[in-house]
Nanobody
Framework: QVQLVESGGGLVQAGGSLRLSCAAS????????MGWFRQAPGKERESVAA????????YYADSVKGRFTISRDNAKNTVYLQMNSLKPEDTAVYYC???????????????????WGQGTQVTVSS
């Protein structure tokens, strides 16, 4: 089993920044891909960013491109989401996800992931 624990969420004013972290633990992990998703009230969960095992390939939703940066530290089994220039529409619960196979690629769909964190709330006030 794999456990994912997110941290770093909170309340921030529009234009501000937050850095989310997601630490993975449990079974021996290697060559896994990771992603960040978010879900706002009344909306479906959507992909925000994704990264492959080496960090050489990344994906960003159009809505966050140029403002968010996904990165990872494999020595710490941790993935990060740096969020800058936050907007009220970024308000959501943010989830990290891990896929244990096919780490050479990134994955945009929630069905491609095996494990999920509990979520962390991000609220951006106007």
């Amino acid at each position: 089993q794999v456990q994912l624990v997110e941290s770093g969420g909170g309340l921030v004013q529009a234009g501000g920044s937050l850095r989310l972290s997601c630490a993975a633990s449990g079974r021996t992990l290697s060559m896994y891909a990771m992603g960040w998703f978010r879900q706002a009230p009344g909306k479906e969960r959507e992909s925000v960013a994704a990264i492959n095992w080496s960090g050489s390939s990344t994906y960003y939703a159009d809505s966050v491109k140029g403002r968010f940066t996904i990165s990872r530290d494999n020595a710490k089994n941790t993935v990060y989401l740096q969020m800058n220039s936050l907007k009220p529409e970024d308000t959501a619960v943010y989830y990290c996800a891990l896929r244990i196979l096919g780490g050479s690629y990134y994955y945009r769909s929630s069905v491609d992931y095996n494990y999920w964190g509990q979520g962390t709330q991000v609220t951006v006030s106007s």
